[in-house]
């Protein structure tokens, strides 16, 4: 059984515009050991998706529909203090550290010891301190560095510790938002590579998530890409980045440069995507898209599986395929 | 090192400004309307006492020996004589600076801490009737007339239930009784400061909990309060030892922003009670004519208004290790 | 820059107003503000008339020639007499009276310094800049009430006039310092540059392009600083150094104080307070709820992520 299955997740936002639906219809798995990158513009509820999995949706947020099983449980209706009890221990995050995303009155090392001594009793705090040595090492601090503050790290350094912090309860799924945007590209291609390397040795699953696929082509196996709250296509990273089937995907495509490769003209997306409070019907992508037709304004696209793992939603491919 | 920095800039401006102070205080003695001998010299002072007197505040000289005189007086602690008591000034106000600086510091420290906790409490049942009521009470605690609300709790807390006494510092009879021991004095300073102190009390820690309030509503929405939720740490962990240190940082500086409103009250306060402090010193010195009395309490008013702020800007730089490093 | 545009073009000033003021009206604190401060306001415009009705109603000289002490409430004198028989009510309206003659023109003076001082500050920079906030850094540790005592033993009984101007002086620093730093933004916009590559004077730099940007957050803390002048001048009254020729509610009370019938007379004693402490609260809430207008990122909603 995978590790982790969602099945048909919506989730939305109450504004005063009315609901904001973020998330619509969103399915995937992960399996164990895994790592499954999420891309799209900033807005197409691929963050949403992230903190939903570990319950921190904001106040206003709420799951419409929809499934998300963790070991066979489904974390979305069990109680908040079972929820508590499964961060970090099963489920941590790697935030945006350009975000402020550690405390800045609070010394690194027990930002991170705070956690591990949260979640286990038998620990001593010596012992969570040894612990937090330990993790320093794994992601290349220095460990003099262990009594000092957020704002004596330099940007690369702060995401290294975010990253030990993610490790400290040793979970089996980490969830990466954004882990490397705002750092400069040389630190960000350290990062990437250490965290690789860090998930394969520990057998951790990953969501990685970012608006830049070049970067999650780097790290993950399978690729869904999102659009206006749906995700789109979704296949493995050879299928997706070097075959990519819906026109959302080749437009994000062109629109990056590749981290190694060759730099092309970079061609940004024209328009914006639509409003979620009252989304249009048929394909949410078609306004922008160059192959539209008037079909797409018609029927909502469901999904064609092109190879067995390798799925898009796409008219174009149902016309293909025929009527099923 | 950063903090060193810090702090000695802080030191230079504090001396800087009260050396304008003082400056600014010498112009206005001579500009003032008459005579500034007899405005220094008790009248009813024996000819030869007060000839002594003249020669050392430096009366007759000219005028900027006599702003060197000031200024080395004022650091030596020669302040004159006071009219009214016939002393040194220096020694009088010596004497009250102990009962300022109690009354002064505890009901402010006191309503500080309150008034965090308060405006932390508020903040994290936002919207909720709590919350309401307590914006609502702190408003209204806030902007009371101080003076007013010393009467008011004299009437309802000493007048008619008589728990408390109406005015003063001490009890006579406790004082006066061979047999009482430091404990029984204490607890009777201790008894005669519940009103003023409840009376600065109420005046500040509305400010406070408003500013705490705010700024725990802006700290809830930073990232590392996601990040701790994120980690699993108990709500109470996440209010307590994440938000609330961060968020009662724009407190402490408002303390040390409103200290000078706060001395204003503190004068008030002593007056109303005849607590025997600096602040009730100056106003009875102003209504005696006693200018001697007058000025030297006006300066050590804002000395301590001074030394407080510093006091305040240590206590942020300890908070916050973005300055202490 | 979205801002810009909106900062730069304000054809609709009136609509502005009008929306602006709808947001007011919906806010709870300003609702009670206003309302509490048109009740003061009612009181300060008919402080004349019980003087016409009946000399005896003249709150300094009027004197009820039955009546020698304080007397409690009764039909001919509403909330009762103060010891020398004169009406507390009519005191009390002459009160308010009082009050918004101090606060209105002793915020009105120390928002003009305040925000001359901080335009000229952030828009010039440099040693003047340097020079007017330390001033404003001397002047914010002074306790202003002390100060006003100060000046009183010096230079011997002070006028309304002349107090109102001394909290004006000592009131401008806080103001000054937002005001600065709004100048100094402003001074790195396009419109500004554009208009000093034009040929524009300094002056008119300051007058036409800065100073409509920034009033509304002056008048916004214009409202503070009537407060603050309505505590010191009643403080000061209260500890007797009012000016002898007016009646304000600090002046009553320290009047009820000073002879003694403070435990006997809380017709007397209560009504000056409340209208102290209302009328800061009614400023202040005004003050609050205009705050929230002027900041539209109080009102956002909390937005999706």
């Not at chain 1, 109450?14 to 798995?29: C, I, K, N």
């Not at chain 2, 950063?2 to 001579?30: A, D, G, M, P």
């Not at chain 3, 800065?210 to 409202?223: E, G, H, R, S, W």
Request: hydrophobic share 50%.
């Amino acid at each position: 059984m995978a590790l982790l299955e969602v099945e048909d997740l919506s989730i939305g936002y109450r504004t005063r515009l009315g609901l904001h639906r973020a998330v619509e219809g969103v399915s995937f798995s992960l399996e164990e050991g895994k790592s499954l990158g999420f891309v799209g513009e900033s807005g197409c509820g691929k963050t949403t998706v992230g903190m939903s999995l570990m319950g921190l949706l904001p106040r206003n947020g709420e799951v419409l529909r929809g499934r998300v099983l963790f070991e066979g449980r489904d974390i979305l209706s069990i109680s908040e203090e079972e929820l508590r009890l499964l961060r970090w221990k099963k489920i941590s995050m790697i935030f945006q550290a350009a975000m402020n995303a550690l405390n800045p009155v609070k010394k690194v090392a027990d930002q991170i010891s705070e956690a591990i001594l949260a979640h286990s009793s038998s620990v001593s705090k010596a012992e969570a301190s040894r612990q937090v040595e330990g993790l320093f090492q794994l992601v290349g601090v220095p460990k003099e560095r262990m009594r000092d503050y957020p704002h004596q790290y330099s940007g690369g350094m702060k995401q290294r510790a975010v990253i030990a912090m993610a490790l400290a309860c040793k979970p089996r799924l980490i969830i990466a938002d954004e882990p490397t945007t705002a750092l400069d590209v040389i630190v960000q291609a350290q990062i990437l590579e250490e965290t690789r390397l860090l998930q394969e040795q520990l057998g951790i699953s990953i969501i990685f998530i970012s608006h830049d696929i070049s970067i999650v082509a780097d790290v993950c196996h399978d690729i869904g890409i999102m659009y206006a709250g749906e995700l789109v296509e979704y296949g493995s990273r050879e299928e997706v980045f070097d075959s990519p089937a819906h026109p959302y995907t080749r437009a994000l495509l062109s629109s990056f440069p590749t981290l190694t490769g060759n730099r092309e003209m970079l061609k940004p997306i024209p328009g914006e995507p639509p409003n979620l409070v009252d989304p249009p019907k048929g394909c949410r992508f078609r306004e922008r898209c160059q192959e539209a037709s008037h079909e797409c304004s018609l029927i909502s696209p469901a999904w064609t599986e092109l190879f067995p793992r390798h799925k898009v939603r796409c008219i174009r491919f149902e016309r293909k395929k025929g009527p099923q | 090192m950063e903090i060193k920095r810090y702090l000695t800039r802080r030191i230079i401006q504090i001396l800087v400004s009260f050396f304008v102070i003082l400056t600014v205080l010498f112009l206005l003695f001579r500009l003032a309307p008459g005579d500034p001998v007899s405005r220094m010299i008790d009248p009813s002072m024996s000819p030869e006492d007060a000839e002594h007197l003249i020669a050392q505040l430096g009366l007759r000289e000219p005028i900027w020996r006599q702003y060197l005189v000031y200024v080395k007086n004022f650091f030596t602690g020669d302040f004159g004589y006071s009219f009214h008591y016939g002393r040194p000034v220096l020694k009088v106000i010596w004497e009250k600076l102990p009962n300022t600086l109690l009354l002064f510091t505890s009901s402010i420290i006191l309503s500080a801490l309150v008034g965090i906790f308060l405006g932390k409490i508020a903040a994290w049942n936002k919207g909720k009737p709590l919350d309401s009521w307590m914006t609502i009470g702190a408003l209204v605690t806030h902007t009371v007339f101080l003076p007013w609300l010393a009467l008011i709790l004299i009437w309802v807390f000493a007048y008619k239930l008589g728990w408390f006494p109406i005015t003063g510092i001490i009890s006579e009879e406790i004082w006066l009784d061979p047999d009482a021991g430091a404990l029984a004095k204490a607890l009777d300073v201790g008894h005669h400061m519940v009103l003023p102190m409840a009376t600065l009390f109420c005046i500040h820690f509305g400010s406070y909990l408003l500013i705490m309030r705010s700024s725990m509503l802006e700290t809830l929405k930073e990232d590392y309060i996601l990040t701790a939720r994120a980690k699993g740490l108990r709500e109470s962990v996440i209010r307590d030892r994440h938000a609330a240190p961060n968020a009662a940082l724009p407190v402490v500086t408002s303390v040390g922003l409103s200290l000078a409103f706060s001395i204003n009250g503190g004068a008030l306060t002593e007056t109303v009670f005849t607590w025997p402090g600096i602040g009730r010193e100056l106003v009875f010195a102003v209504s005696q004519n006693d200018y001697p009395l007058a000025q030297a309490s006006f300066l050590l008013i804002a000395l301590v208004v001074l030394a407080a702020n510093l006091v305040v800007d240590i206590l942020y730089a300890y908070l916050d290790p973005r300055i202490r490093y | 820059m979205k801002g810009d545009k909106e900062i730069r073009h304000r054809p609709h000033w009136f609509e502005q107003f009008l929306e602006g003021w709808s947001v007011f009206w919906q806010n709870p604190l300003g609702k009670i503000g206003v309302t509490l401060l048109g009740i003061f306001a009612l009181m300060a415009f008919s402080s004349f008339i019980p003087p016409l009705v009946n000399p005896m109603y003249h709150p300094m000289t009027g004197v009820d020639p039955e009546i020698y002490s304080s007397v409690g409430p009764s039909a001919r004198h509403w909330l009762g007499t103060d010891f020398m028989g004169r009406d507390i009510f009519s005191q009390l309206l002459a009160g308010a009276r009082i009050a918004f003659m101090v606060g209105v023109s002793a915020a009105f003076m120390s928002i003009f310094l305040g925000t001359a001082f901080g335009m000229i500050a952030g828009y010039m920079g440099g040693f003047v800049d340097t020079l007017l906030m330390r001033l404003a850094d001397v002047i914010m540790v002074l306790p202003t009430l002390l100060v006003v005592l100060i000046l009183a033993s010096l230079f011997g009984q002070l006028n309304i006039w002349t107090i109102v101007l001394i909290i004006a002086l000592f009131r401008w620093p806080g103001v000054s310092r937002v005001i600065r730093s709004q100048a100094l933004t402003l001074k790195q916009r396009p419109f500004i540059e554009a208009a000093r590559v034009a040929g524009a004077s300094h002056i008119r730099i300051i007058f036409r392009h800065i100073m409509p940007n920034v009033l509304p957050l002056a008048f916004l803390y214009m409202t503070f600083r009537v407060t603050a002048a309505i505590i010191i001048e009643a403080a000061l009254a209260f500890l007797g150094f009012g000016d002898p020729g007016t009646v304000s509610w600090g002046m009553m009370l320290q009047w009820v104080w000073k002879t003694g019938h403070m435990f006997k007379a809380l017709y007397w004693l209560l009504p000056p307070g409340i209208c102290i402490s209302l009328i800061t609260l009614s400023f202040y809430m005004i003050g609050r709820a205009m705050d929230e207008v002027l900041d539209p990122r109080l009102r956002r909603e909390e937005t999706a992520r």
